[in-house]
C-alpha cells in the first residue's frame, strides 16, 4: 500500500507520523527498547503534543531478531496468532551505552544509534543486510478512517527479493506490489492462493511479518531503494532471519514457523484423478486405473473429486448412491489392485445437505453479527462456512472424516479455504480481518490431525490449495487452477518456486492444465514436468487426463518419466529428510542451489530437483528449449551426454526427453524397481558416480520409510572409488554413470565395493 505522493510528499489523504530522533534506548528481559519520537526534540516543551513510536528488538533464536513498532500500544488483539517456535533457553545479548543500543542473536545484530537521525542498521558477522533508515518507520491515519504502521527497508545494489507465497508474477519480486490476502483468482493474475507475509533476499536474509491479517509489500515500487511492509491498526511485528546462505535462511525461518514432516512412500506415485465435472462411476473409475496398468504405467493413487458426493450437497462426506452404490466394495477392491485413494472435500456446507440445518442449529457455522448464519450462493447454493474456531464443530467435522477414513479412503484433497468472509463472528472471537488468510492453516490442520491420527507420524499427507506462513506443516500443496497451455505451465513452475522459497517442501500441480483441454504436446511436456516434482497429479476439469486420450505417444511418455521417477525414489527419498531436517524444499529455485552465480538469480524456467538434479521443462510445440548450465560438467540422466558451464544450451528434444541433468560431484543412488514408489530402496540400489574428482569425499543417506536406512561413504583416490556401508546389506552396486560395463555388486553380506575408473 503506498502512502507516498513521489519521495518528498505523502498521498493527498494520509498523515504519516514518522520516527525521527533516537531519544531515548533501554535495554531489560533480553530486549531492547527505542523511544522514537515524530520530531526532534530540542527542549523539554517539544515533548508536549509530540506523538512518539515505540520500537522492541527482540530475538527467539540464534540468528533471528525480532522488531515491534507500537504507536499506541494499548489496543487489544483478538488473535489469531501464527504459531511460533523460540529456542528454549535462547537470550539475546543487549549493550546499550552513550551512543547507541545493540541487540545480538547469534551472528546476526542490529544497532541503534542515539541522536537526531532515525537509523537501526542489521548486520551478520559485520555485513551489512539491511537498514531502517529516514522516513522508514511510520504510523499513518487516513481521511477515511483506516489506520497503517509501516517499515521500509533497504535493498543493496542488485540485490533481489523472492518468495511471499506462491505467486505467479514474475519470479523476482522487485518493482512489484504484494498484497498479501487469499484469493482464488487462478494462476494469471497477482491474487495467489497461498500467501505467505515472508520474504528472501539473495544477499542472505528473509523478513517475516509476523501478522495473519492482510499485509502489503511494495518491493522496490514505491521507494526503489527498499521494501515497505505495512499492515492495518496501530502495531507491526516482523522478524529478520539471517543466512548466511538463501538455504541457511530457510532452514531458520522453518525452525521459526514449522517444518514439514515426511510423507507416505505411496504418495510420491502418480495420482490419477476423476478431474471435475467428466461423468465417472466405479466402471469408468476401474477402466482408467486397468488402462494404466495395462499400458505399463504405474499408478499408486485414484483421486475423487467433487462429484463422488450428490450434486448441490457438497460437502456432506456421502457418497452419491446412484453412481456408487458400494464405496466400501469400491475401495476394497482399488485397495486389492494395490492402490491408494483420494476424495475431494472442502469446508462449506451446501444448504441442500441435511448437514447444514444439523450444523446451523449446533453453531458450527460461522454467523453473522446479528447471530444468522453467514451464507452465500458463490460454489454451492445456500452454503455456509464451518467455523474452525469451535473445537465443538472441528470435533464434528472430523467424525465425518473419520467415518470415511473407517470405509478405506486414504487421504483428502483440500479444496478451497480462500473466500472467507470478514462480516462474520467467530465462536471464539477471533478478528474477522486476521481469520481471512488463518483460515486455511487451521482447516488444513484439523483434517492433517485426523489422517496422522489414523495412520501415524509421517503416513498423513493432504493435497490442499490454500495456505499462509506455517502451512508446510499439513503437506501436499498443489498450485490450483491452471488453464492447459504453456504459458499456463510456466506460470504454474513460478508459482511452485515461490512458494518453496517460502518455507513449502513439497509441491505439485495438475498435469496438462486444469482450465480446457490440453493439446497433445502441451500434454506430453506436462507430464514429464509434473513426474519430476515432489508430487504428481492427472487432473483436469471438463476432460480426463488418462494419456491414451491424447495419442499412442503420451502413453509412452507417461510410462518413460513414471518409472523414471519410482527409480530416483532412493534419491528423492533422500532430498525428502532435507525437507524435514532443514526446510528446504525439494523443487528447488536455482538461486538457492547456485547463490553465487549471478545468472541463476533471474532464471524461474528450470530448477533444482533436491541438490543435484537440473530440470528444464520444456514448454514449446517444437521440443526447443533453452536452459542455463552452471560451472561445471553436468551429465544428461536420459542420454549421457555432458554439458559444459557455465553457459546457455538451446537444444531440441523429442517428447521422451527434455535436460535432466546431474550436477558433478555427484552419487546419485538409483532404484532396483520403476513399478510403485513404496519399496525397500537401499535394497539393490546402484550408486551412480557422475564426475567424481580426485579427492572426493562424500556421504549418501538411502533411507528407508520405516528406519534409517543405509549410508553409504564414497571416496576417490586416484583411479580408485572406495565405497563402504554402514550395514552388511547385499546387492547393492557401484556403477560410472553411462557406463553399464563398470557396475560391481557387493556380495551378501559386504560393505565395501571397490571400483576402478
Same mark, same amino acid.
Given at each position: ?14 498523515? !504519516? ?36 513510536? %515505540? ?38 545479548? $543487549? ?8 541487540? %545480538?542473536?547469534?551472528?546476526?545484530? #542490529? ?6 537521525? *532515525? ?16 522516513? &522508514?518507520?511510520?504510523? $499513518? ?29 514474475? @519470479? $523476482? ?45 511494495? #518491493? ?58 467428466? /461423468?465417472?462411476?466405479?466402471?469408468? +473409475? ?57 476424495? *475431494? ?13 444439523? &450444523? ?5 457455522? !460461522? ?5 444468522? #448464519?453467514?451464507?452465500?450462493?458463490? *460454489? ?20 465425518? =472424516? ?44 484439523? +483434517? ?13 499427507? !493432504? ?19 491452471? @488453464? ?25 500441480? /495438475? ?60 534419491? =528423492? ?10 526446510? =528446504? ?18 532464471? /524461474? ?37 555432458? #554439458? ?17 541433468? $546431474?550436477?558433478?560431484? %555427484? ?19 546402484? =550408486?551412480?558416480? @557422475? ?27 586416484? /583411479? ?21 560395463? %563398470? ?15
Amino acid at each position: 500500500m503506498k502512502f507516498t505522493d513521489g519521495y518528498w510528499q505523502d498521498r493527498p489523504g494520509a498523515h !504519516v507520523l514518522r520516527a525521527r530522533q533516537v531519544r531515548s534506548i533501554t535495554a531489560g528481559d533480553g530486549r531492547m527498547t527505542v523511544l522514537a519520537p515524530t520530531a526532534v526534540v530540542r527542549g523539554r516543551g517539544d515533548t508536549l503534543n509530540r506523538p512518539a513510536l %515505540t520500537v522492541t528488538y527482540s530475538s527467539p533464536a540464534p540468528g533471528v531478531i525480532g522488531v515491534r513498532v507500537e504507536h499506541h500500544a494499548g489496543r487489544r488483539s483478538a488473535g489469531p496468532s501464527f504459531a511460533l517456535a523460540a529456542e528454549p533457553g535462547h537470550v539475546p545479548d $543487549v549493550v546499550v551505552d552513550d551512543d547507541a543500543g545493540v541487540l %545480538t542473536a547469534g551472528d546476526l545484530s #542490529v544497532r541503534v544509534p542515539l541522536g537526531d537521525a *532515525w537509523e537501526a542498521e542489521f548486520r551478520s558477522g559485520g555485513r551489512l543486510l539491511t537498514a531502517s533508515r529516514a522516513k &522508514a518507520v511510520g504510523a $499513518v491515519t487516513t481521511d477515511d478512517g483506516g489506520e497503517f504502521v509501516h517499515e521500509q527497508l533497504s535493498l543493496a545494489v542488485d540485490e533481489h527479493v523472492y518468495g511471499l507465497g506462491e505467486r505467479f508474477t514474475p @519470479f $523476482v519480486r522487485n518493482g512489484q506490489v504484494v498484497d498479501v490476502w487469499n484469493a482464488d483468482g487462478g494462476t494469471s493474475s497477482e491474487q495467489a492462493y497461498k500467501n505467505v507475509p515472508f520474504y528472501l533476499s539473495d544477499l542472505g536474509y528473509g523478513v517475516f511479518v509476523d501478522h495473519p491479517e492482510h499485509v502489503s509489500f511494495e #518491493v522496490a515500487s514505491e521507494v526503489v531503494s527498499r521494501a515497505q511492509m505495512s499492515v492495518p491498526g496501530q502495531v507491526l511485528q516482523y522478524y529478520v532471519v539471517d543466512g548466511p546462505t538463501p538455504k541457511d535462511v530457510l532452514a531458520r525461518y522453518t525452525a521459526l514457523t514449522g517444518r514439514a514432516p515426511q510423507v507416505p512412500a505411496w504418495s510420491y506415485g502418480l495420482w490419477l484423478s476423476t478431474s471435475f465435472t467428466t /461423468d465417472y462411476d466405479e466402471a469408468t +473409475v476401474t477402466a482408467s486405473v486397468d488402462g494404466m496398468l495395462e499400458r505399463g504405467v504405474p499408478l499408486s493413487v485414484v483421486h475423487f473429486d467433487c462429484f463422488w458426493m450428490r450434486e448441490f450437497r457438497w460437502c456432506d462426506f456421502e457418497w452419491d448412491p446412484d453412481v456408487f452404490p458400494d464405496p466400501a466394495g469400491m475401495l476394497e477392491r482399488l485397495h486389492d489392485k494395490g492402490l491408494r485413494t483420494c476424495v *475431494w472435500i472442502n469446508p462449506y456446507i451446501a444448504q441442500a445437505s441435511p448437514l447444514f440445518a444439523e &450444523a446451523a442449529e449446533a453453531g458450527h457455522l !460461522v454467523r453473522r453479527p446479528d447471530g444468522g #448464519v453467514w451464507q452465500w450462493d458463490m *460454489w454451492q447454493a445456500g452454503m455456509g462456512v464451518v467455523d474452525v474456531t469451535s473445537p465443538a464443530a472441528r470435533e464434528w467435522y472430523q467424525g465425518h =472424516l473419520r467415518r470415511l477414513l473407517a470405509m478405506g479412503v486414504d487421504s483428502f484433497k483440500t479444496d478451497f479455504g480462500e473466500r472467507i468472509p470478514t462480516d462474520v463472528v467467530w465462536h471464539d472471537g477471533s478478528d474477522p480481518q486476521r481469520m481471512h488468510n488463518y483460515y486455511a492453516q487451521a482447516y488444513n490442520e484439523m +483434517v492433517f490431525e485426523v489422517l496422522r491420527e489414523h495412520h501415524g507420524e509421517g503416513g498423513a499427507v !493432504v493435497f490442499a490449495r490454500a495456505a499462509t506462513a506455517g502451512g508446510q506443516q499439513m503437506p501436499v500443496h498443489w498450485g490450483g487452477d491452471c @488453464f492447459s497451455t504453456f504459458e499456463a505451465m510456466a506460470e504454474t513452475l513460478r508459482g511452485g518456486l515461490s512458494l518453496g522459497l517460502s518455507g513449502f517442501g513439497y509441491w505439485s500441480h /495438475d498435469i496438462g492444465g486444469f482450465e480446457g483441454t490440453p493439446d497433445p504436446e502441451v500434454f506430453k511436456r506436462w507430464v514429464a514436468f509434473g513426474l519430476l516434482s515432489s508430487h504428481s497429479r492427472l487432473h483436469g476439469s471438463s476432460s480426463v487426463r488418462v494419456p491414451w486420450a491424447f495419442d499412442d505417444e503420451a502413453v509412452e511418455v507417461t510410462r518413460t518419466f513414471a518409472r523414471l521417477k519410482m527409480a530416483l525414489m532412493p534419491y =528423492l527419498a533422500g532430498v525428502a529428510r532435507e525437507v524435514t531436517d532443514a526446510g =528446504l524444499p525439494m523443487a528447488r529455485a536455482m538461486v538457492l542451489e547456485h547463490p553465487e552465480d549471478p545468472t541463476a538469480a533471474f532464471l /524461474d524456467r528450470q530448477y533444482m530437483l533436491g541438490g543435484a538434479l537440473l530440470v528444464a521443462p520444456v514448454m514449446s510445440g517444437d521440443g526447443v528449449v533453452s536452459y542455463y548450465v552452471p560451472e561445471g560438467e553436468w551429465t544428461s540422466v536420459l542420454s549421457g551426454e555432458v #554439458v559444459t558451464g557455465p553457459r546457455w544450451v538451446r537444444e531440441r528434444h523429442a517428447a521422451t526427453s527434455l535436460p535432466l541433468l $546431474v550436477r558433478p560431484g %555427484t552419487v546419485l543412488p538409483v532404484g532396483a524397481r520403476d513399478d510403485r514408489p513404496d519399496y525397500a530402496w537401499d535394497e539393490g540400489v546402484v =550408486l551412480r558416480l @557422475f564426475a567424481l574428482a580426485d579427492g572426493h569425499r562424500s556421504t549418501v543417506v538411502v533411507p528407508r520409510e520405516d528406519g534409517p536406512g543405509t549410508t553409504f561413504t564414497v571416496a576417490r583416490d586416484g /583411479d580408485e572409488v572406495v565405497v563402504e556401508a554402514d550395514s552388511g546389506l547385499g546387492g547393492w552396486g557401484v556403477q560410472v554413470a553411462g557406463d553399464a560395463a %563398470t557396475l560391481v555388486r557387493a556380495p551378501e553380506g559386504a560393505r565395501e565395493v571397490r571400483l576402478q575408473l
